[in-house]
């Protein structure tokens, strides 16, 4: 049976690279986008619902479709406001999730981050640990949580900081051997490569999939 995905976020690094490999693949003959901004010449099989994320019960009814794969996100350089970053690295998510829920989509995949702690005194782990809590309550049949490392991959903007980091990471991969394996820099291809792989199957049964995991599966299906 030919299925249909929801993608939010396809207009980032990671959602956008995992919007060509489901065009790519024939097991899908309908994604649906939903975002605030337009991507131009999609083809026909995708369909596109712009509207504001932060009001996310208007899309309830288009919000219908075997599979969700959340990649949203955002930084504290972006968005500094503290609220508004909350409503979008926690509130876009569960909301998609709640929706999914009520919807009776199975598969929910969300891309969260290495360090998520609800616990953690550094606002991006928080908030991706709160996120992480939120969306496992829904009770959704497969809920699969991506937790990357620093994410590598080239980005339409400039990031500066990022950059830097990213640099620097690089090279220090060698030196990330044993417990520190888990640090290496997580491609985006390998995370858009698990993401797919982990909603068609049906022998996975861990919630949580660590850098490692992510690098781990996608290896084994490229």
Do not use: W
Request: charged fraction near 25%.
């Amino acid at each position: 049976m030919k299925k249909t995905a929801i993608i939010l976020g396809a207009t980032g690094l990671t959602g956008s690279i995992l919007l060509e490999k489901l065009l790519a693949d024939p097991r899908y003959e309908h994604i649906k986008l939903f975002s605030r901004s337009k991507i131009e010449n999609l083809p026909h099989k995708v369909s596109q619902f712009i509207g504001d994320l932060l009001e996310f019960e208007q899309f309830k009814s288009d919000f219908k479709a075997n599979e969700v794969y959340c990649c949203i996100g955002t930084t504290s350089k972006k968005t500094p406001d503290k609220t508004l970053y909350k409503q979008i690295d926690y509130g876009i998510p569960v909301a998609a999730a709640k929706l999914a829920k009520d919807n009776n989509i199975e598969t929910f995949s969300v891309v969260s981050a290495l360090e998520a702690n609800p616990n953690s005194k550094v606002l991006y782990n928080k908030t991706k640990g709160e996120m992480e809590l939120d969306v496992q309550k829904q009770n959704i049949k497969n809920t699969f949580i991506f937790r990357p490392s620093l994410i590598g991959g080239d980005r339409d903007e400039q990031r500066t900081l990022e950059n830097i980091g990213l640099a620097i990471f690089k090279v220090l991969q060698p030196l990330f051997i044993g417990k520190l394996k888990q640090y290496k820099i997580t491609e985006p291809e390998d995370i858009a490569q698990a993401m797919i792989e982990l909603s068609n199957t049906t022998n996975y049964n861990e919630v949580i999939i660590t850098s490692n995991d992510i690098k781990n599966i996608a290896k084994n299906h490229k």
